[in-house]
């Protein structure tokens, strides 16, 4: 592979936050990203941090952003690295921006991420009556969305459940999640012909969704791929940031080091 990057100055993590949350999500994983001398750059999607909250907010919105995030990177190359329902924009982004052997896209990384197939949605991989919560709680608040306060035996037992210490102090920073772009159909005709080399972060701890549908399910979809396991919850972005920050340069290593 002629543009084969071995060396992490050369390399950009574009991280991009999971549902709830915003780039602040990622500030303890960037810190000991930099530990081990690898460049991480977090986004905050658009309605998030200081981004203008959209009147019609979608996937497709949220994948432009991140494409043209990891477009601006000063590095010659990047990774993107999607949390949770991430998976889907870093899929629909690289769609945008991978086109083979050339292309500044060196790999996606997807932890504890939704992996869809061609036509589907997020809500479409949950448990039927997850999704059908989700949306009655959108369709009581004020700019459909749904809002982990109201949702608060699922956050401290599901979501936070490895480590409740943190649960009041994140949930007070957790954001109403709109839910069209978890209605959103993705549209991957490419992807799964021709994408760049994956790895898969598993959480051995996360209850988000019925025990193997992260992994193995959605992760075998990738085909070949790296993986890396890490004992923890679905919030270890922000519990155990420096295990999260081992295993992303774990696999950002493996994928540069032997993309196929």
């Not at 990622?26 to 930099?34: C, E, H, R, S, T």
């Not at 869809?116 to 039927?128: A, K, R, W």
């Not at 009655?136 to 306060?149: G, S, V």
């Not at 409740?164 to 839910?179: F, G, K, T």
Request: net charge negative.
């Amino acid at each position: 592979m002629s543009n084969q990057i071995t060396d992490s100055s050369n390399i950009s993590l574009i991280l991009v936050h999971d549902a709830w949350h915003g780039a602040w999500a990622w500030k303890g994983v960037i810190a000991y990203l930099g530990e081990r001398e690898w460049r991480g750059l977090a986004l905050d999607l658009p309605g998030r941090g200081n981004q203008a909250r959209s009147p019609k907010p979608s996937l497709q919105s949220y994948a432009e952003a991140v494409a043209a995030f990891a477009e601006s990177a000063p590095t010659k190359n990047y990774i993107l690295v999607g949390y949770g329902t991430a998976g889907a924009i870093i899929q629909l982004a690289s769609e945008m921006l991978y086109k083979g052997e050339g292309s500044r896209l060196s790999g996606l990384i997807f932890a504890a991420a939704y992996v869809l197939q061609d036509g589907e949605s997020v809500t479409d991989n949950m448990p039927p009556q997850m999704a059908d919560y989700f949306r009655q709680l959108a369709r009581q608040h004020p700019e459909q969305a749904i809002d982990m306060a109201a949702m608060k035996d699922y956050w401290l037992n599901s979501v936070i459940n490895d480590d409740n210490r943190y649960a009041d102090r994140i949930l007070a920073r957790l954001a109403p999640e709109p839910l069209a772009p978890l209605e959103d159909k993705i549209s991957l005709p490419g992807f799964f012909k021709n994408h760049p080399p994956c790895g898969y972060l598993s959480l051995n701890d996360d209850l988000t969704l019925p025990p193997g549908l992260y992994h193995p399910l959605m992760s075998s979809r990738l085909g070949a791929h790296r993986l890396f396991t890490v004992n923890a919850g679905h919030e270890a972005v922000i519990i155990k940031p420096r295990e999260v920050a081992e295993a992303i340069t774990f696999l950002a290593t493996a994928l540069l080091k032997d993309p196929h």
